[in-house]
């Protein structure tokens, strides 16, 4: 995944573009970067952030910076953002997507020779460089954009700060991502997090449509290009990566999670699926809202067992490798004797997706004396890897916790059956519950259904991706 901020005032935004970013620090964990425009021109620094959060690496950097407006970004793929040079103009650009034909477009690019791209270590280009060479392509920065975009198989969300000292941010072709605009009597900026702004004196504005290009200067915004009617924006934003804090499409993350949880009981309840549990649980961190509304609808009391000790690790997939991952994610679990030994404790996680540190947190609480331990999903069965987005580590269907399970049972066949394995009212469906359950040792295992979720968020579904869980564009 990814974040990005940026601001344009009359004022300098030096601290404004830095904190924005920091704010947007739980969406990646590779690269961080900064561009100001001053007097001097373009100032830029990025910074690995793959062992050190973002603010401890750029505190530092702070005095070389100033300017009336900057962007910057978190990024989990390329370094960025990147500085342009060509017949449109010096630019800086940051993006937030994921590239699916990056080799037909680099053949299609180097057909015409004389071109040529900077390639990283492992062979591959910066998925940035690639967009500012489509944008290249056109005569003007909006025509390259809509270009790029409808020329891209996947998603793309562009800013843009142009030596005019305007920021052009441009949502992907069909929303996947939000894009919001925040304003204060001396300027705008823009924002991936709601919450990012309003913490640094900004109110809410405007909100891109899908497709939509807009300038943003210190006055206000233009629109440059009309928003499209298709929106597919991701409903992963509201169950698992989105802050708690902020809003999409005029929904709040913290509430759609407590209603989330609040859904999942109530159908646990009319189907006689609930079980008797003394505590109710959730996985920090963004696992606790749905298990709140779990609890507050199950009547079963909510409590914290185990703790997470974050000083030192704050987020456990920082490193790189993954028995580094499950070692520090089980160091971190910190237990309350006193509300696991003998207790039948139902844990609700934001979503299962390929159960890596799952069989540690279990044997850990029945390790700390736990009787019983029933999972709970807040999202329905992950079968497809995004193809979107990058908010998984993996790439393969085949690193999914789920399709590893139906391939064990029943091979190839299985995998025609996907639909059948998501629904837990079929043979196959429950099949899979058993079978996950009895791997991890589970006493019981459930998935929020797919209409549970998209009630939760409350918008039209036409509206929502439910590609992870269905395979539907």
């Not at 699916?100 to 040529?116: I, K, P, T, V």
Request: aromatic residues 10%; charged residues 25%; negative net charge.
């Amino acid at each position: 995944m990814g974040g990005f901020f940026g601001a344009v005032s009359r004022r300098d935004v030096t601290l404004d573009v830095f904190f924005g970013v920091d704010y947007h620090s739980h969406l990646g964990t590779r690269r961080g970067g900064i561009t100001l425009l001053g007097e001097k021109g373009f100032e830029r620094q990025i910074h690995s952030i793959e062992n050190t959060p973002f603010r401890t690496k750029f505190e530092s950097d702070l005095h070389k910076f100033s300017g009336n407006a900057g962007i910057g970004c978190i990024s989990d793929t390329d370094p960025q953002p990147l500085l342009v040079r060509s017949h449109l103009g010096l630019f800086a650009i940051a993006t937030v997507g994921r590239i699916n034909n990056e080799e037909a477009l680099m053949n299609a690019y180097f057909s015409d020779h004389g071109h040529q791209f900077m390639a990283m270590s492992s062979g591959k280009i910066n998925a940035t460089e690639l967009t500012a060479a489509l944008i290249n392509q056109k005569e003007d920065l909006i025509s390259g954009i809509l270009h790029a975009q409808q020329s891209i198989d996947g998603s793309m969300t562009i800013l843009i700060l142009t030596e005019q000292g305007e920021i052009i941010a441009a949502r992907d072709k069909l929303g996947r991502l939000p894009v919001l605009v925040g304003q204060n009597i001396e300027g705008c900026c823009v924002s991936f997090e709601s919450f990012a702004y309003q913490k640094l004196g900004y109110q809410d504005y405007y909100e891109l449509g899908p497709r939509e290009i807009v300038k943003v200067t210190a006055d206000g915004i233009e629109v440059l290009s009309p928003a499209g009617e298709d929106m597919k924006i991701c409903g992963f934003l509201w169950t698992y990566y989105g802050y708690p804090n902020s809003n999409y499409e005029g929904v709040n993350v913290e509430v759609m999670r407590y209603r989330n949880g609040q859904i999942m009981a109530r159908d646990e309840m009319n189907e006689g699926t609930h079980p008797d549990v003394d505590y109710v649980a959730g996985v920090p961190d963004s696992g606790i809202p749905h298990a709140i509304g779990y609890s507050n609808k199950s009547f079963a009391p909510f409590a914290r067992p185990y703790v997470k000790y974050t000083p030192t690790w704050s987020r456990s997939f920082t490193p790189s490798d993954q028995r580094i991952r499950s070692q520090v994610a089980e160091k971190k679990q910190i237990p309350v004797p006193e509300l696991i030994q003998g207790k039948k404790l139902l844990l609700v996680d934001d979503s299962i997706v390929r159960g890596t540190q799952l069989q540690a947190t279990v044997d850990f609480l029945y390790d700390s004396g736990a009787k019983e331990v029933h999972m709970r999903s807040a999202c329905p069965p992950i079968m497809y890897s995004c193809k979107y987005l990058n908010f998984s580590r993996g790439n393969s269907d085949m690193d999914l916790l789920t399709r590893r399970v139906i391939q064990e049972l029943e091979g190839d066949e299985g995998q025609q059956h996907i639909e059948e394995y998501a629904d837990r009212s079929t043979q196959r469906g429950q099949c899979l519950l058993k079978s996950i359950s009895q791997r991890f040792g589970f006493d019981s295992l459930g998935y929020q259904s797919l209409e549970g979720v998209l009630e939760a968020i409350g918008i039209d579904k036409e509206k929502i991706c439910t590609y992870c869980w269905n395979g539907k564009e």
